[in-house]
């Protein structure tokens, strides 16, 4: 064991005469404790947020979607087609139609989007099991319809409401002054499921087959207005995506789910980091009683460095003392506050000891990187912390 660490390990783990010392020790710490567990747990919390909130993202977004440049619809050709099943890196894909369109109940009337989706979507997205009330889409079943919880609230609307069906309406194209009665495309359906999901997911879609949307607007059998995809492994989505653009020409646009949501996406990353910048913050604020520590244990020593001196330690070497016993102080407290916090967020995921609301739990998740961030953190900021303490020491401070 080398001099400077031996003597370190001394002054960190024996108390010193002084009471105040001592106590001031503890405090920093304390802090240091404090300041990894909350370090830790914010970002585990912001972690599991994410995740939590990506999945519902699988609900309502595939891995990719393909829509046209030109215009909302196009021609679902034999080359689009080829291009897409000679890809295997796809598990699944679904043409999709999707338009604005006018909703009517008992008096009661909403904007929204019908969407209308092939029985390979439920393979795309993770829409049925978002069916709290009711089934998803049966194509067995015709002029039936799932609609949003959102939706299902604005109209009053729920399931198996055979009394009265729901009137999907939409604008017939054309220019100049229509006959209000002759001015939409109309639809009933039957209401068979509510979905949930993100607040404006719940309040944008009205699912029905493809085909009932397709009479509904009046499409020819092969247009759409865009295809969704699932891949088999969605770590490969942007690498696939250049290459499905790239195959299918500038006429098309393929998106995946971050280009999708991608103001989500920056929104959910922002706030983890500045969230991680306000506690390392709050660590930094408490690595000042590591400081005060430090300095006061300096000062108390002062006659044992005049002997060290004199036996021939030299000022770097009295230096590196402080500066290990400060980061033997920040890492073993490092140490306590990171295993308190896995504990909790263990504790958190296993039992859901706080909860969102009284079926949900607050989102948590491990992982191995917010661990390294943390440890970095510390050890970095605790180094940093000591170096600043013991320059106070010098030749003319230990003879004087």
């Not at 999708?260 to 930094?284: A, D, G, P």
């Not at 504790?347 to 491990?366: D, W």
């Amino acid at each position: 064991m080398s001099f400077p660490l031996y003597i370190a390990k001394r002054y960190l783990f024996t108390k010193t005469s002084n009471n105040a010392i001592n106590i001031i020790t503890i405090i920093a710490s304390f802090g240091v404790i404090v300041g990894s567990l909350a370090l830790f747990i914010i970002l585990s919390g912001f972690s599991g947020l994410r995740t939590f909130s990506y999945s519902l993202l699988d609900v309502s977004d595939p891995d990719i979607k393909i829509t046209s440049v030109k215009g909302k619809s196009f021609l679902y050709t034999d080359n689009v087609q080829q291009v897409l099943e000679n890809n295997t890196a796809i598990k699944a894909s679904s043409k999709i139609i999707e338009e604005r369109v006018f909703l009517e109940y008992n008096d009661k009337n909403e904007i929204a989007y019908i969407k209308g989706v092939e029985s390979t979507y439920s393979s795309i997205t993770q829409i049925d099991s978002a069916i709290y009330v009711g089934t998803w889409l049966d194509p067995e079943l015709t002029n039936t319809a799932v609609i949003g919880n959102g939706i299902s609230r604005k109209l009053s609307l729920g399931v198996h409401n055979f009394g009265e069906p729901l009137s999907i309406l939409v604008p017939k194209p054309g220019t100049g002054f229509l006959n209000a009665r002759n001015a939409f495309f109309k639809m009933n359906a039957q209401i068979i499921g509510i979905y949930s999901g993100t607040e404006e997911f719940e309040n944008k879609f009205v699912f029905v087959n493809l085909s009932e949307a397709q009479n509904l607007l009046n499409y020819q059998e092969n247009k759409v207005t865009g295809i969704e995809l699932k891949l088999f492994n969605d770590t490969d989505v942007d690498e696939i995506s250049e290459q499905l653009q790239q195959q299918l020409g500038n006429n098309f646009k393929v998106q995946t789910k971050e280009q999708l949501n991608e103001v989500f996406y920056k929104v959910i990353n922002t706030e983890n980091f500045v969230s991680y910048l306000i506690f390392t913050l709050i660590v930094i604020i408490a690595l000042f009683n590591v400081i005060g520590a430090i300095i006061m244990m300096i000062i108390d020593k002062k006659d044992n460095l005049k002997t060290l001196f004199s036996l021939g330690a030299t000022i770097k070497d009295i230096k590196k003392v402080f500066v290990l016993q400060g980061f033997l102080l920040t890492f073993f407290g490092m140490i306590i506050g990171l295993s308190l916090g896995v504990i909790l967020v263990i504790l958190q995921k296993q039992f859901g000891l706080f909860m969102i609301t009284a079926n949900l739990a607050y989102p948590v998740e491990f992982r191995f990187s917010n661990l390294f961030i943390v440890i970095i953190t510390i050890i970095i900021l605790g180094f940093i912390a000591s170096k600043i303490a013991s320059s106070r020491i010098s030749k003319d401070f230990i003879e004087r």
